[in-house]
């Protein structure tokens, strides 16, 4: 078996993040910045061009977005990948934004 590529933390928590971690971070990312705009899973999913349950999947950190997906989700959230990426969503100071038919 191969040895991991990846660092794992040490026991003081430092260290890069696993996948696992890492896609749970995003997640909560894309959540924060879907519940700030007032959407639902399923109108981020209509906005990006995704199914609900794959937004649901990714939200839940179960799957990590290819970049494609990221960048999608970035443009339908109207935030930049890095910040979804990088798991620091900014608050909006606007309410909620109505959805356009």
Do not use: C
């Amino acid at each position: 078996m191969e040895p991991s590529r990846r660092s794992k933390p040490d026991a003081s928590g430092h260290g890069e993040p696993t996948e696992a971690q890492f896609a749970l971070a995003v997640g909560d990312a894309i959540r924060r910045a879907r519940q700030q705009l007032g959407f639902t899973q399923a109108d981020l999913a209509e906005r990006a061009g995704l199914s609900a349950n794959y937004v649901a999947r990714l939200e839940r950190g179960e799957l990590g977005a290819s970049l494609w997906v990221a960048t999608r989700l970035a443009e339908a959230l109207e935030t930049p990948i890095e910040s979804l990426v990088s798991g620091k969503v900014a608050p909006r100071r606007t309410g909620k934004r109505r959805i356009e038919p």
